[in-house]
């Protein structure tokens, strides 16, 4: 159960009794190669995929003469960089490194393994939870201009043989009337999603009791609860730096 209060103290915890530079360091470069490394596939095949594809359903309904074919070019990028990259990425993120957090803690718990680090002296949350906070804080921007360029090049594969509209025109779209605060937008929704689905994971492994059964229940909450604060969040920033 997820519980603001008990979520507030959790994230103040993060930052008492730290370790040594040195050892943070060598726990992020592995973080990081555990959380973005690995989803570099995944995150790839879907942003190729959900770029040639709002390419074909725009072309398939913008079907007035009126309309320059450019247009499409134009909603794909637009489409692209505020909500395919940041958002869509991020629901998948969450089901994919969330419910790994969640659950690699979870496991730690319920072995005791969070219990030996307490009696040793070790502040569980600042030495488990912190790296993986700062690590994906640094990589998931990364895999969301990943994402966000391989989905505009989707977008051109679909126009060049999906016979949709021409190529030129792609172009012209994707460079027509462009505002660069788009991409600052997408990188500062990149950031705030990427702490909430690392810091929400990792409560809720970290508080899991029980055996092997609480450790799947507390990876599906944790997906569920990072899945709905993302949509929350998302509404939030577009209400604060779009309107």
């Known amino acids: 159960m997820f519980r603001v209060g008990q979520y507030v103290l ?3 915890a993060l930052f008492k009794n730290r370790e040594s530079f040195r050892t943070y360091v060598n726990l992020v470069l592995d973080e990081c190669i555990y959380i973005g ?4 596939v995944l995150v790839g095949l879907v942003a ?3 770029g040639a594809v709002s390419t074909l359903q725009t072309a398939y309904n913008l ?3 009126l309309i320059p074919d450019s247009v499409i070019g134009l909603v794909v ?3 692209t960089i505020l909500e395919l990259a940041p958002t869509i990425t991020a629901i998948i993120f969450a089901g994919k490194v969330g419910s790994s957090i969640a659950g690699n803690l979870g496991t730690m718990r319920i072995t005791e393994q969070i219990d030996a680090l307490e009696v040793m002296g070790i502040n569980p949350v600042s030495y488990l939870v912190l790296p993986k906070i700062i690590a994906t804080l640094f990589m998931y921007p990364l895999l969301v201009i990943l994402a966000g360029s391989l989905a505009i090049s989707g977008g051109y594969l679909a126009a060049e043989y999906g016979g949709v509209l021409a190529t030129a025109d792609f172009f012209v779209g994707l460079k027509q009337e462009f505002n660069p605060f788009s991409v600052q937008f997408a990188l500062i929704k990149s950031i705030v999603f990427a702490f909430l689905v690392a810091s929400i994971s990792a409560y809720m492994g970290f508080y899991t009791k029980g055996g092997a059964l609480e450790v799947g229940q507390a990876s599906t909450r944790a997906v569920t609860v990072s899945c709905i604060s993302i949509l929350l969040a ?3 920033l ?6």
């Open 234 to 236: 998302d509404f939030v």
């Open 63 to 65: 079907v007035n003469p």
């Open 48 to 50: 190729v995929f959900m």
């Open 77 to 79: 990028r637009d489409l």
């Open 238 to 243: 577009a209400q604060l730096l779009l309107v």
């Open 37 to 40: 490394i690995n989803s570099i």
């Open 10 to 12: 959790f994230l103040g």
